[in-house]
């Protein structure tokens, strides 16, 4: 079992940066790690994967922008969001799947999420 706790959202300028993280207690041996995001009125997507290697996954609209990465001594990933638009107003959820695939289809696990909101 894994549980996840995500931090770091809030109000940023068009323009400006965040960083999201997520804290993961429990195990993650061999767990792909990532961060899904929901903006109103749209379905949940996928917005960046990464594998206990370090092998990462970006969904097209942040490629360039965002940044996927993991501290494997503190069970922890990060989302560094640079380049922030209102595109990217959404509540953010870090999730966990078994195995390696960084692009993650079906999470066994969800964090509780945090809302990012881009002003322009």
């Known amino acids: 079992q894994v549980q996840l706790v995500e931090s770091g959202g809030g109000l940023v300028q068009a323009g400006g940066s965040l960083r999201l993280s997520c804290a993961a207690s429990g195990r993650a041996f061999n767990y792909v790690m990532g961060w899904f995001r929901q903006a109103p009125g749209k379905e949940r997507e996928l917005v960046a994967g990464?594998?206990?290697?370090?092998?990462?996954y970006y969904a097209d609209p942040v490629k360039g922008r965002f940044t996927i990465s993991r501290d494997n001594a503190k069970n922890t990933v990060y989302l560094q969001m640079n380049s922030l638009n209102s595109e990217d107003t959404a509540v953010y959820y870090c999730a966990a799947k078994w195995g390696y695939v960084v692009k993650i289809t079906t999470p066994n696990y969800w964090g509780q999420g945090t809302q990012v909101t881009v002003s322009s």
């Open positions: 990464i594998s206990s290697g370090g092998s990462t």
